[in-house]
């Protein structure tokens, strides 16, 4: 159960920080500042690696290990996975809905 666990922490971190950076891509001119090529890039390294631990994980047989490791693999996901979920929320509370609500406003008539 605690493994079963861990391979849904680390999925989710894997299409949290997919999603982060599609978004980020889509919404921001990110490569016009360090701090954009900073959260691109690191982000997208974490999508990379969680990305390839997840296709491992189906891919190849695990060894067994102990319930310490188990119970350390499954806080290390699912934090990094809470991590890159709030990224993506900040991301969206700041750079998308102010947009889609300006778009959603009608402009006022002046008499």
Known sequence: MIHLLG??????AAVGSA?????Y???????????????MSFTGALAAAFVWLTV???VVS????SVGVEVGRTLVFC???GLL?????????RQIRPVVRRGRRQPEERS
């Open 7 to 12: 391979t849904i922490g680390m999925v989710a």
């Open 19 to 23: 999603g982060f950076c599609v978004v």
């Open 62 to 65: 695990p060894r067994p290990v």
């Open 56 to 58: 491992r994980t189906f």
């Open 79 to 81: 934090g990094i996975a």
């Open 85 to 93: 979920w709030w990224r993506l929320w900040i991301l969206y509370r």
């Open 25 to 39: 891509h889509l919404s921001a001119r990110w490569w016009r500042s360090e701090e954009g090529w900073h959260l």
